[in-house]
């Protein structure tokens, strides 16, 4: 039950760390989503399954990853118009940011489904909400809510 609730907690943190930086206006706004859903994203991983210092370089790995995933829509993939296949790439790359979670027991194929679970939901959420709160919102909460997938 403990359990149950970190992971809520700090996946509503994410939703608002997530939204708070999509708002902007103040230096350091992009740093919020891309540090602090990053390392609310380990803390999840950590809730779940104990952390151990010899897998120092995996977790590192996993921050760098996120917060590479994190920067950006990838909107290039039209011209710079944001559509479906840029929310897909966004979630999916979302997912595939915990690749170096393998050397820590997370197995491969868990990784990839719950890369396309992100992949999905995010696409789904962008192009049907229309809401800008919702939006970001449920990208954060989605983002740090889905790391128990990894551990199944």
Not at 26 to 42: Q, W
Not at 113 to 118: C, D, E, M, P, Y
């Amino acid at each position: 039950m403990v359990k149950i609730l970190w992971v809520l907690g700090l996946s509503v943190a994410c939703g608002i760390a997530y939204h708070v930086a999509g708002l902007g206006g103040f230096k350091g706004a992009k740093l919020i989503r891309r540090l602090g859903c990053s390392l609310l994203a380990l803390g999840v991983f950590f809730a779940l399954k104990s952390p151990q210092i010899r897998h120092i370089w995996s977790y590192l790995a996993f921050l760098v990853l996120n917060y590479g995933a994190l920067s950006t829509y990838h909107d290039y993939l039209n011209r710079g118009e944001e559509n479906w296949l840029c929310w897909f790439a966004t979630g999916l790359f979302y997912g595939l940011a915990a690749l170096p979670l393998i050397w820590c027991g997370v197995h491969w194929y868990l990784i990839i489904a719950r890369a396309i679970f992100l992949a999905i939901s995010i696409m789904w959420l962008r192009g049907k909400t229309g809401k800008v709160f919702k939006e970001e919102f449920f990208s954060g909460l989605l983002y740090c809510g889905s790391i128990p997938i990894l551990l199944l």
